[in-house]
């Protein structure tokens, strides 16, 4: 079992950053992949990056060159730094694990973009 807790979500102005992280309830050297979605009411959730134990990380077309994923090994954690954030950016945000065949979420972050 894999308990995972988001945390960094806010109110910040377009233009500025955030920095989210998404701590898991153990090592996570064994997870296969790490990934953050987000989602707004009335939309299907979105992928928007992924980072997987090995190979390429990838990003949404949206928000390539803005965010960046990477894993903590010491904190045990999966962070995603936005910069340069839009009003489009805004939604919940939950981060994703596969561990030994299943899929973990968390509870969700809101990210809100606003002036």
């Known amino acids: 079992q894999v308990q995972l807790v988001e945390s960094g979500g806010g109110l910040v102005q377009p233009g500025g950053s955030l920095r989210l992280s998404c701590a898991a309830s153990r090592s996570i050297f064994s997870f296969n992949a790490m990934a953050w979605y987000r989602q707004v009411p009335g939309k299907e959730r979105e992928l928007v990056a992924q980072?997987?134990?090995?190979?390429?990380?990838n990003y949404a077309d949206s928000v390539k060159g803005r965010f960046t994923i990477s894993r903590d090994y010491v904190k045990n954690a999966v962070d995603l730094q936005m910069n340069s954030l839009k009003p489009e950016d805004t939604a919940v945000y939950s981060c994703?694990?596969?561990?030994?065949?299943?899929?973990?979420w968390g509870q969700g972050t809101q990210v809100t973009v606003s002036s």
């Open positions: 980072i997987p134990s090995g190979g390429t990380v």
């Open positions: 994703n694990a596969v561990f030994a065949l299943r899929t973990y």
